[in-house]
């Protein structure tokens, strides 16, 4: 029977097995902390934070075919080895996939923000992610949310206020981890409409 499998793209990891976490060899066999970048939209802000942090591994994760060839080609194009690129679903990435204990930052931005009620149950930052986020993400491991959405916001603040096991830390642009952050290309859009941001940082604790 033919085989209906595609080849990965350069960079790309096409997981052997959907069915067990990845380990932190299968993602990168170089050792470096790990950056996850969750529906990354055209990996703008992958490719850009790959290039300033080559002591730093990025994982972008993408369900679209498309975007995903593209963000391989530019990443191949400029040499970049500490990018790869997921094609997958985000919640499953991060309930099934990601290695317990391995993401030093989770980056969730713009992500779509199913504005009808009766599709809020869709929206990713809920009480299941975030129980499976705080398994992946080291302690000390931070979760980076950007939105224009202000009603997501609100949302995403309401359920980590009932999560309760991350703490709260300021968006300093002052700060080093933050002075190198660039806009994806739905932030550029956003904000050349004149649309407000919202964003928030939290940290899993450290004990
Ligand atoms: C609004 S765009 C934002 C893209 C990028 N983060 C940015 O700010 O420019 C949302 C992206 O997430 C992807 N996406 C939406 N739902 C997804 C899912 N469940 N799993 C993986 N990717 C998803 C979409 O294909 C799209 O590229």
């Not at 990996?43 to 995903?68: C, H, I, K, T, Y």
């Not at 985000?90 to 992500?111: C, I, K």
């Not at 932030?187 to 941001?197: N, T």
Request: proline residues 7%; glycine residues 4%.
């Amino acid at each position: 029977m033919k085989s209906t499998l595609r080849p990965a793209e350069p960079g790309e990891i096409i997981p052997e097995d959907y069915f067990r976490r990845l380990t932190p060899a299968e993602l990168f066999t170089t050792e470096a902390p790990l950056e996850v970048d969750l529906g990354c939209g055209n990996g703008s802000f992958s490719l850009e934070m790959a290039q300033q942090f080559p002591d730093r591994n990025f994982l972008a994760v993408e369900r679209l075919l498309g975007r995903v060839r593209k963000i391989c080609k530019r990443a191949s194009e400029t040499g970049l080895k500490n990018l790869r690129v997921l094609r997958l679903e985000a919640r499953y990435t991060v309930e099934w996939l990601l290695p317990h204990a391995s993401v030093s930052r989770l980056h969730l931005l713009f992500p779509d923000p199913w504005p009808k009620a009766k599709h809020h149950r869709r929206r990713l930052v809920q009480r299941d992610f975030l129980h499976a986020l705080r398994k992946v993400l080291v302690p000390g491991g931070e979760f980076l949310f950007k939105t224009d959405h202000e009603d997501y916001f609100e949302w995403a603040r309401e359920e980590l206020a009932l999560f309760d096991h991350f703490e709260s830390l300021p968006w300093d642009e002052q700060n080093d981890e933050l002075s190198f952050y660039p806009e994806t290309a739905f932030e550029e859009q956003w904000r050349a409409e004149g649309r407000a941001v919202h964003q928030l940082r939290m940290r899993n604790p450290t004990a």
